[in-house]
């Protein structure tokens, strides 16, 4: 069964630090890869995804992505992290056809 | 474009009572809808998997006749709680896709459900 892994549950950091927010994904064939983002109370917002093409994904807000398959990751990057990024990221995969199955969330929380 | 209407944003209802929930896509024609349940501070679990005309297919674990889902229409699909208790009190959240397999899912704002 495919499943999404987030080695985080919470991230701390400062403002303007760089941010890593880990994400495995198993499955035995092709997957599409997403990162979502959800403010307290709200909906999610899709900040980028991976059909195909350049492994190196850039979304909204400056955050980027690589996807990498023989390590069967997709790492979210931001390289200087704003007060107003403070959210729960979701990872979540797909295979064609199907739902979208999500991690478990990493907390990111930035402090000044 | 692609933008999902959800309503309720949020309900307060008396346990034993049935509640429904819409979700529209109000820009374009979903083929098929989803559900999802979310717990506080977890990540969305998916209930069903709805395609217009036809029964919706329930998740493992899923109460079919506890969660009734209906996808009358290619912009519209409902979530109805039947008899709701307060271990049914959760954020849920719809999403549709446009057609084809590479569409992204596009979501609702969800809907919080409390059940006194």
């Known amino acids: 069964a495919q499943s999404v892994t987030q080695l985080d549950s919470q991230v701390p950091v400062f403002e303007e630090a760089p941010v890593e927010l880990r994400c495995n994904y198993s499955s035995s064939v092709s997957v599409y890869l997403f990162w979502y983002v959800q403010y307290p109370n709200q909906g999610l917002q899709l900040l980028l995804k991976?059909?195909?093409?350049?492994?190196l994904v850039k979304g909204i807000n400056g955050f980027e992505a690589e996807f990498n398959k023989s390590q069967t990751s997709f790492h979210l990057r931001k390289p200087s992290v704003h007060i107003s990024d403070t959210a729960e990221y979701f990872c979540a995969a797909k295979k064609a056809g199907t739902a979208l199955i999500f991690g478990k969330g990493t907390t990111l929380s930035v402090s000044s | 474009g692609a933008v999902v209407s959800q309503h309720p944003s949020w309900v307060i209802c008396k346990s034993g009572t049935s509640v429904k929930i819409e979700c529209r896509s109000l820009d374009f024609q979903a083929t098929t809808m989803f559900w999802y349940r979310q717990f506080p501070k977890q990540s969305l679990m998916l209930m069903a998997t709805?395609?217009?005309?036809?029964?919706?297919?329930?998740e493992q674990g899923v109460e079919k006749d506890k969660f009734l889902i209906n996808h009358a229409s290619l912009t519209l699909s409902t979530l109805t709680v039947t008899s709701a208790h307060p271990e049914d009190s959760s954020f849920y959240i719809c999403?549709?896709?446009?057609?084809?397999?590479?569409?992204?899912?596009?979501f609702g704002d969800g809907t919080r459900l409390s059940i006194l």
């Open positions: 999403s549709a896709i446009r057609g084809g397999e590479n569409q992204p899912q596009h």
């Open positions: 991976y059909l195909s093409g350049s492994t």
């Open positions: 709805s395609n217009e005309g036809s029964k919706a297919t329930y």
